[in-house]
């Protein structure tokens, strides 16, 4: 009996072991932009955020870590990049400085403004590989402060083309696709981040889901996570029209995807919450209601393993 079960042992610890040396993603924020709380709300929730630091939230951003190669890639460099690239040290135990590459998403300033942390006011690191799409590409190296980060080469842009597949290393690629949004300097791309036969899909921001050509319920069914804009629950959240801001409602995208079975709905995950989002307030009733129709809420540090 003991000699069976030190075989079981062995067996587990070996298991475990190539389990761990997986690549895996990482998620570095879940909010909107500007973060949550935002900088001059004075909502019920946001003045209890300023006072308690635990009800706050960094901007959306996600990791890629191949614990193998240890090789780390962030997607989207948001305004809170230094706390999350402390995080990623301390969840991957590698202490170094060591960015294998940054994937963005597009011009909006939660999405790329971190970039200024690679500069010499910062890191001054030596040409971080920084993948982007033309319009992207082409903002950063004619506008400053960002063609400074170009010219004395603190970052190398490596172009990237709607659908085209970019191998990371033998196991990992990274496939970038359009989306629809309000593209006034750039283009927005989702990302399709596989690893081997499996793949997960990254839409922090879209509008409707309507003016896509693509279906979100087959994007759903081809994936095995999909961590998609969750900006804001309802009509109505905030002040503004929101017409001038036309994310796919969380309760939307729910009614999109009703007909989908349970086992597809599990792997829908929500990010990039707006501080007004009832879910990253902590609403026990409506995270409760989405849990029970089969979908998900995102949080720092989650990750997901291939």
Known sequence: M?????IICVIWILSF??????????????????????????????????KNPKLRQTVSSIALVDPKTKERWIFDTTPDLPEQFQLLKTITGDSSNNIAGIFLTHAHIGHYTGLMYLGRESMNTKETRVYAMPRMKEMLEKNAPWSQLVGIKNIALQPLQNKEITKLNENISVQPFLVPHRDEFSETVGYRISVGAKSLVFIPDID???????????????SDYVLIDGTF?????????????????VSETVDLLKDLPLKEKNKVYFIHFNHSNPLVQGNKQKITELKKKGFNITFQGQKFNF
């Open 17 to 50: 072991t190539v389990f761990a040396q997986n690549p895996y993603i990482v998620v570095l924020g879940i909010g909107q932009d500007a973060g949550v709380p935002q900088m001059g709300c004075d909502s019920p929730f946001c003045r209890e955020a300023w």
């Open 233 to 249: 629950y309802a009509d109505g959240e905030i002040s503004r029209p929101m017409s001038e801001v036309p994310h796919p409602f």
């Open 2 to 6: 003991k000699k069976i079960l030190s």
């Open 208 to 222: 409707k889901w309507q003016k896509w050509s693509e279906k979100l319920d087959e994007i759903v069914k081809s």
